[in-house]
């Protein structure tokens, strides 16, 4: 079972930036899609972006699209969500997540989907100060 850990996250103002990153266990990171989505209070979980296996695509919710970048280092087995001119629609916590199966071949709204990523991270706060 693969173990995801996200840091980074904690206070900054609006307009401000901050990077998550989520490290991931074992062998075969390389072979995953992976994913941030994050949940507000009250809320239900939310897609951010999801980068491909070998980093081929990327792709964003519409809401956060020109302001994060989400990227990946197979070497060091981790994904990284680089948040800028953050909003105060941003707070949440943030959840990395990595697709069930390897080396899919999605459809572009699959991997909007969070039924489509089985493990999870225990999420990061993000909090915006306006």
């Known amino acids: 079972q693969v173990q995801l850990v996200e840091s980074g996250g904690g206070l900054v103002q609006a307009g401000g930036s901050l990077r998550l990153s989520c490290a991931a266990s074992?062998?075969?990171?390389?072979?995953?899609?992976m994913a941030w989505f994050r949940q507000a209070p009250g809320k239900g979980r939310v897609f951010v972006a999801t980068?491909?296996?070998?980093?081929?695509?990327?792709y964003y919710a519409d809401s956060v699209k020109g302001r994060f970048t989400v990227s990946r280092d197979d070497a060091k087995n981790t994904v990284d969500l680089q948040m800028n001119s953050l909003k105060p629609e941003d707070p949440a916590v943030y959840y990395c997540?990595?697709?069930?199966?390897?080396?899919?071949?999605?459809?572009?709204?699959?991997?909007?989907?969070?039924?489509?990523?089985?493990?999870w991270g225990q999420g990061t706060q993000v909090t915006v100060s306006s």
């Open positions: 997540a990595r697709a069930h199966t390897p080396f899919n071949l999605w459809s572009t709204s699959d991997y909007y989907r969070a039924t489509n990523f089985g493990s």
């Open positions: 980068i491909t296996y070998s980093a081929r695509s990327t």
């Open positions: 074992g062998r075969t990171f390389s072979s995953y899609a």
